[in-house]
Nanobody
Framework: QVQLVESGGGLVQAGGSLRLSCAGSGIIFSSTGMGWYRQAPGKQRELVAFISVGGFTLYADSVKDRFTIFRNNAQKTVSLRMNSLKPEDTAIYYC?????????????WGQGTLVTVSS
Protein backbone atom coordinates (compact mmCIF):
# COMPACT_ATOMS: atom_id res chain seq x y z
CA GLN A 1 0.00 0.00 0.00
CA VAL A 2 1.46 3.30 -1.11
CA GLN A 3 1.45 6.09 1.43
CA LEU A 4 2.62 9.65 0.97
CA VAL A 5 2.58 11.77 4.10
CA GLU A 6 3.17 15.50 3.85
CA SER A 7 4.30 17.81 6.62
CA GLY A 8 5.51 21.36 7.07
CA GLY A 9 2.56 23.46 6.02
CA GLY A 10 1.36 26.41 8.01
CA LEU A 11 0.83 30.14 8.14
CA VAL A 12 3.60 32.48 7.05
CA GLN A 13 3.86 36.15 6.18
CA ALA A 14 4.59 37.27 2.65
CA GLY A 15 8.31 37.17 1.99
CA GLY A 16 8.80 34.32 4.42
CA SER A 17 9.89 30.73 3.89
CA LEU A 18 8.56 27.26 4.51
CA ARG A 19 9.82 23.77 3.87
CA LEU A 20 7.43 20.98 3.00
CA SER A 21 8.39 17.33 3.30
CA CYS A 22 6.80 14.15 2.03
CA ALA A 23 7.63 10.69 3.31
CA GLY A 24 6.89 7.84 0.95
CA SER A 25 6.30 4.18 1.71
CA GLY A 26 5.06 1.22 -0.28
CA ILE A 27 7.06 2.30 -3.34
CA ILE A 28 10.61 1.78 -4.53
CA PHE A 29 11.38 5.39 -3.73
CA SER A 30 14.69 5.62 -5.55
CA SER A 31 13.00 4.48 -8.77
CA THR A 32 10.01 6.81 -8.52
CA GLY A 33 9.55 10.30 -9.89
CA MET A 34 8.25 12.67 -7.21
CA GLY A 35 6.43 15.95 -7.42
CA TRP A 36 4.53 18.66 -5.61
CA TYR A 37 1.21 20.02 -6.78
CA ARG A 38 -1.04 22.66 -5.30
CA GLN A 39 -4.66 23.62 -5.42
CA ALA A 40 -5.89 27.06 -4.46
CA PRO A 41 -9.54 27.74 -3.64
CA GLY A 42 -11.62 27.78 -6.80
CA LYS A 43 -8.71 26.76 -9.00
CA GLN A 44 -7.50 23.56 -10.60
CA ARG A 45 -4.67 21.54 -9.16
CA GLU A 46 -1.40 22.54 -10.77
CA LEU A 47 2.16 21.28 -10.91
CA VAL A 48 4.56 23.16 -8.67
CA ALA A 49 7.74 21.12 -9.02
CA PHE A 50 8.88 17.69 -10.10
CA ILE A 51 12.09 15.73 -9.61
CA SER A 52 12.91 12.68 -11.67
CA VAL A 53 14.70 9.52 -10.65
CA GLY A 54 17.87 10.97 -12.10
CA GLY A 55 17.47 14.28 -10.28
CA PHE A 56 16.22 16.39 -13.17
CA THR A 57 13.75 19.03 -12.09
CA LEU A 58 10.77 20.90 -13.49
CA TYR A 59 9.19 24.01 -12.01
CA ALA A 60 6.09 26.03 -12.68
CA ASP A 61 7.06 29.45 -14.05
CA SER A 62 5.38 31.10 -11.08
CA VAL A 63 7.76 29.48 -8.58
CA LYS A 64 11.04 29.36 -10.49
CA ASP A 65 13.92 30.91 -8.56
CA ARG A 66 11.85 30.84 -5.36
CA PHE A 67 11.13 27.15 -4.78
CA THR A 68 13.53 24.21 -4.77
CA ILE A 69 12.61 20.54 -4.87
CA PHE A 70 15.03 17.92 -3.65
CA ARG A 71 14.91 14.28 -2.69
CA ASN A 72 16.65 12.02 -0.21
CA ASN A 73 16.39 8.46 -1.41
CA ALA A 74 17.95 7.02 1.74
CA GLN A 75 15.26 8.65 3.89
CA LYS A 76 12.57 8.19 1.23
CA THR A 77 11.59 11.82 1.34
CA VAL A 78 11.00 14.60 -1.12
CA SER A 79 11.03 18.18 0.07
CA LEU A 80 10.06 21.56 -1.25
CA ARG A 81 11.86 24.62 0.02
CA MET A 82 9.75 27.70 -0.57
CA ASN A 83 11.30 31.15 -0.29
CA SER A 84 9.94 34.63 -0.91
CA LEU A 85 6.41 33.38 -0.45
CA LYS A 86 3.55 35.40 -1.88
CA PRO A 87 -0.15 35.46 -0.97
CA GLU A 88 -0.86 33.77 -4.30
CA ASP A 89 1.13 30.76 -3.12
CA THR A 90 -1.67 30.04 -0.65
CA ALA A 91 -3.01 26.57 -1.44
CA ILE A 92 -3.18 22.99 -0.35
CA TYR A 93 0.07 21.35 -1.40
CA TYR A 94 0.02 17.71 -2.43
CA CYS A 95 2.86 15.24 -2.73
CA UNK A 96 2.71 13.07 -5.83
CA UNK A 97 4.55 9.92 -6.85
CA UNK A 98 4.94 7.92 -10.00
CA UNK A 99 5.35 10.60 -12.64
CA UNK A 100 8.01 11.10 -15.30
CA UNK A 101 9.57 14.16 -16.90
CA UNK A 102 7.20 13.73 -19.82
CA UNK A 103 4.16 13.11 -17.62
CA UNK A 104 4.89 14.52 -14.16
CA UNK A 105 1.55 13.56 -12.63
CA UNK A 106 1.87 10.12 -11.12
CA UNK A 107 -0.90 7.95 -9.80
CA UNK A 108 -0.24 8.33 -6.10
CA TRP A 109 -1.23 11.33 -4.00
CA GLY A 110 -0.81 12.42 -0.44
CA GLN A 111 -3.57 13.98 1.63
CA GLY A 112 -2.20 17.48 1.28
CA THR A 113 -0.88 20.15 3.61
CA LEU A 114 -2.21 23.69 3.80
CA VAL A 115 0.08 26.65 3.16
CA THR A 116 -1.33 30.07 3.93
CA VAL A 117 0.63 33.20 3.07
CA SER A 118 -0.66 36.40 4.63
CA SER A 119 -0.08 39.79 3.08
Amino acid sequence: QVQLVESGGGLVQAGGSLRLSCAGSGIIFSSTGMGWYRQAPGKQRELVAFISVGGFTLYADSVKDRFTIFRNNAQKTVSLRMNSLKPEDTAIYYCNAGGTLRTPAGQYWGQGTLVTVSS
